[in-house]
Nanobody, 115 residues
Framework: QVQLVESGGGLVQAGGSLRLSCAAS????????MGWYRQAPGKQRELVAR???????VYEDSVKGRFTISGDNAKNTVYLQMNSLKPEDTAVYYC?????????WGQGTQVTVSS
């Protein structure tokens, strides 16, 4: 059983910053990628940023230059530093892990950006 525990969401004014964390625990087989997705009300879930153990992270176009994904392989933890937040960044953010054992999702953390 793999668990993903997210933290760091909340309410922030436009232009502010938040840092999300996601810690993976349990029987994790060969992580292939970890990343963050988000889902705003009435919209489909979309990729925000994806972190690979080796290689350049991938970002959704609207967050490039504002968000930074990083990870700590030893701790099976991935972070999302979000700067210059905009109201359109408001969504539930989900951590995602893809491994040889399957794909897993966190419970989601709400990020609300007020104008």
């Amino acid at each position: 059983q793999v668990q993903l525990v997210e933290s760091g969401g909340g309410l922030v004014q436009a232009g502010g910053s938040l840092r999300l964390s996601c810690a993976a625990s349990g029987r994790i087989l060969s992580i292939r990628r970890m990343g963050w997705y988000r889902q705003a009300p009435g919209k489909q879930r979309e990729l925000v940023a994806r972190f690979l153990p080796i290689g350049t992270p991938v970002y959704e176009d609207s967050v490039k230059g504002r968000f930074t994904i990083s990870g700590d392989n030893a701790k099976n933890t991935v972070y999302l530093q979000m700067n210059s937040l905009k109201p359109e960044d408001t969504a539930v953010y989900y951590c995602n892990l893809q491994s040889a054992g399957g794909e897993y999702w966190g419970q989601g953390t709400q990020v609300t950006v007020s104008s």
